[in-house]
């Protein structure tokens, strides 16, 4: 698995041509977060391919080729951090309830909804630590569930950010 | 001054300097057309869109500018799309505009509507839609800047007819291109340009592989110094042929499937290969595993997703030829390496006797005659339009080029009915040269309407169908690995040169060898476009061959047959 930042133009037909590329050299995307950064024109995506050191090396390369991505830089084997946000219903009746709120607790998830018969979880961490949360839920009965896809940072002073700082021309005034 | 987007689209080429645009019309492109026609540019009127962007190719090669191609939407873009992608993979700066629907119907399926952009993403360098009349000039300026910059391929503007038709302020300067602030990476890293160096100097036996960004980077002079200045042997990929001289002693011609086996062995023996603008196509290299395997390698390439794609390298240089090339030939200590190229020399051993040039006149027409032919009497001086297949290696082979961008041809993608209207648009490029198309009777036929193009522009272009009879390539792998089961493979023709006349064109039919010379003199002094059908020997194949995938220094030689020995014997 390799990891991929993007810095891209944030306007329509950037993700179809980043993930066009991907199927083009014939790479599974694991996932693919894109938002936009403080400048509003400009998006970072977090890629996590199936592919080796090679094939994240031509998906950097290609993808630095396109027009609209400014960067793209393959984070693998630098210190990095990564998240994953989950939701998970999972069913909770009187009697589990209890036993679901300690599990919970030691994970560090929060409860961001509660229903008669069910829970609605939210967890923020490493894939390892949701992984490990959704196994001990599973016996619970887990209803429904959403991740968001890993997001990633280097660690400390290694910066990764856009090529060049936007002018001050480049931003919208409110009216 | 206030201009249709129609108005800016002609307003916007001319100040970009085009001269001419290969198109057809059609009802989501009509503004254009009708802004065309007050414009100075000139429109030449294709018979089939293919034909349109395979012409743009044909004239961006051969002047090494942009060829412009249009087309109206839906059919009109969807008949581009091979044209692109020949463009895409030989690295072609070509723009290609099209007409879109209004915006307001995009997505609506209207009539002739397609979503070309989406179509076209893979086979472009970029694509882009423009819906508004303001973004049209600054959108075109950027499509030619992108289609020539870096590592050069086809740009797709795609314009929707209410932005053709509505009226905005024009100014070309104002309109100056607004692309993306990209991460600038430095040119090549010192480490591997110090590696570069120290391998080049203390190399035994040094090889160059030649290829087409040489051309493109206008190489051509620092490419020839450093060649001499270390006395370096050179190979040629397909693309590449024109970028070094045929004549010069160092240049051993054609790598590859149908390179000569002195030139594979001698990729296979060196101990160095500097790759300079050339991407070690499969063609190229045959099996990885075998390839090249006492060699380090040095590769000199722009584009940075071509380095350690097929071939594991020792030193990457990332950047433009020229500039890498003059920062190394200062660095490069002369050498004679008289021993590594008196070992080619004898590799090439009987290679010149088994070649067909020396084989006496058994009364069949081979097409390496009519090759050969034409270029002792064009003196090499021809620009030659190829297709893709048994012609287009023959021409490879025989027709020694000694200028850059001299043969066109269809590479990366082979293309067939690519030659004919890629040499109309060279010819449009160097409307001095004498530009020949040399294609295969199957080939042809696939856009031999382009001879009513060339007709109505009253343009001369000769033309060589080198007609065997068959898929000539294709039947030569049937032959060679399908047990001589020709399926599919024999095919008719009409009569070629009365089909000439009936466009209007002259025409002959030439089948022996003493008819070739005296036909292409006089096709060279007609003043309009002429065309020989060759009807050359059916089952001939092209010798050596590397078998798909097989190993380079493994080639199928040419067979031993009596006439082989006769002219052994004679020599």
């Not at chain 2, 600038?184 to 480490?191: G, L, M």
């Not at chain 2, 062995?265 to 075998?290: C, N, P, S, Y």
């Not at chain 2, 350690?308 to 660095?331: F, T």
């Not at chain 2, 002959?508 to 060898?513: A, H």
Request: negative net charge; aromatic residues 6%; contains cysteine.
């Amino acid at each position: 698995m390799q990891t991929l930042v993007a810095y891209v133009e944030n306007k329509p037909g950037v993700l179809n041509r980043v993930s066009s590329l991907a199927r083009r050299l014939a790479i599974n995307i694991d996932s693919l977060t894109v938002g936009p950064t403080d400048n509003q024109e400009i998006a970072r995506m977090t890629i996590v391919a199936h592919t080796d050191e090679r094939g994240a090396h031509r998906l950097e390369a290609s993808l630095e080729k396109q027009v609209d991505v400014l960067l793209a830089e393959n984070v693998s084997e630098r210190p990095l951090l990564e998240r994953d946000l989950a939701m998970i219903k999972v069913t909770a009746d009187q009697t589990s309830r209890p036993h679901l709120m300690e599990l919970i607790k030691v994970f560090r998830a929060r409860v961001i909804d509660v229903a008669p018969q069910s829970l609605i979880l939210e967890v923020s961490g490493t894939v390892d630590k949701i992984d490990g949360l959704l196994e001990v839920l599973r016996p619970f009965g887990v209803l429904e569930m959403v991740r968001s896809g890993r997001i990633a940072m280097t660690r400390g002073g290694d910066l990764l950010q856009p090529p060049v700082v936007p002018s001050a021309s480049g931003t919208k005034t409110a009216a | 001054m206030k201009l249709t987007g129609a108005e800016i689209v002609c307003e916007t080429l001319t100040q970009l300097g085009t001269k001419h645009v290969f198109g057809y019309p059609g009802g989501a492109i009509l503004p254009i057309y009708d802004a065309l026609g007050k414009s100075k540019l000139h429109h030449i009127l294709v018979r089939h869109e293919q034909g349109a962007t395979h012409m743009a190719d044909g004239y961006a090669r051969a002047s090494g500018g942009v060829g412009v191609a249009m087309a109206t939407s839906g059919p009109g873009a969807t008949n581009m799309v091979t044209g692109i992608a020949t463009a895409m993979l030989d690295s072609s700066p070509v723009v290609c505009i099209t007409g879109q629907v209004s915006s307001k119907l995009l997505g609506s399926d209207a009539f002739q509507e397609v979503d070309i952009t989406g179509i076209t993403m893979p086979i472009t360098k970029h694509n882009v839609v423009v819906t508004r009349a303001e973004d049209v000039a600054r959108t075109i300026r950027e499509a030619f800047v992108i289609a020539q910059s870096g590592r050069p391929g086809p740009v797709l503007v795609d314009i929707t007819k209410d932005a053709q038709q509505a009226s905005c302020e024009y100014n070309f300067d104002a309109a100056a291109p607004k692309l993306p602030a990209k991460r600038q990476r430095p040119k090549y890293d010192k480490v591997e340009f110090d590696r570069a160096v120290e391998m080049l100097n203390s190399a035994k036996r040094p090889l160059i592989l030649a290829g087409h960004g040489i051309m493109m980077s206008g190489a051509m002079k620092i490419f020839d110094q450093f060649v001499h200045s270390g006395n370096i042997p050179v190979a040629m990929t397909l693309l590449g042929i024109g970028a070094f001289p045929a004549s010069d002693s160092l240049n051993l011609g054609m790598m590859g499937m149908h390179g000569e086996a002195w030139v594979n062995h001698a990729i296979q023996e060196a101990d160095l290969l500097i790759a300079v603008g050339m991407r070690f196509d499969d063609r190229v290299t045959g099996d990885l595993k075998t390839y090249a395997r006492d060699a380090r390698k040095i590769h000199i390439e722009i584009d940075r997703s071509e380095i350690n794609k097929n071939v594991k390298v020792d030193s990457a240089l990332v950047g433009d030829a020229r500039e890498i090339l003059e920062a190394l030939l200062p660095h490069v200590k002369h050498k004679e390496h008289a021993d590594w190229l008196a070992h080619i020399r004898e590799l090439k051993g009987d290679s010149a006797v088994r070649d067909i040039q020396g084989l006496p006149d058994n009364g069949h027409l081979y097409a390496a005659h009519v090759i050969n032919d034409l270029w002792k009497e064009t003196k090499g001086e021809a620009i030659v339009v190829t297709d893709v297949g048994q012609h287009q290696m023959w021409e490879a082979q025989y027709y020694h080029h000694n200028s850059p961008r001299t043969l066109v041809t269809s590479g990366g993608l082979g293309t067939m009915g690519f030659a004919t209207p890629a040499a109309i648009g060279a010819k449009f490029a160097k409307p001095d040269a004498d530009v020949w198309v040399v294609v295969g009777d199957g080939g042809f036929q696939m856009t031999m309407c382009e001879l009513a193009t060339i007709v109505q522009e009253k343009i001369k272009v000769n033309i060589a169908i080198i007609n065997n009879g068959y898929l000539g390539m294709v039947r030569q792998w049937q032959e060679f690995f399908y047990d001589k089961r020709y399926v599919a493979t024999p095919m008719i023709a009409p009569d070629f040169a009365a089909l000439a006349n009936a466009f209007g064109i002259r025409g002959e039919r030439i089948s022996s060898r003493g008819d070739v010379l005296p036909t292409i003199r006089a096709a060279r002094e007609s003043k309009e476009s002429f065309l020989i059908d060759f009807r050359v020997e059916q089952e001939d194949s092209v010798y050596p061959m590397v078998p798909a995938g097989g190993s380079l220094h493994e080639m199928i030689r040419r067979p031993d047959s009596p006439l082989v020995e006769t002219a052994a014997q004679e020599l």
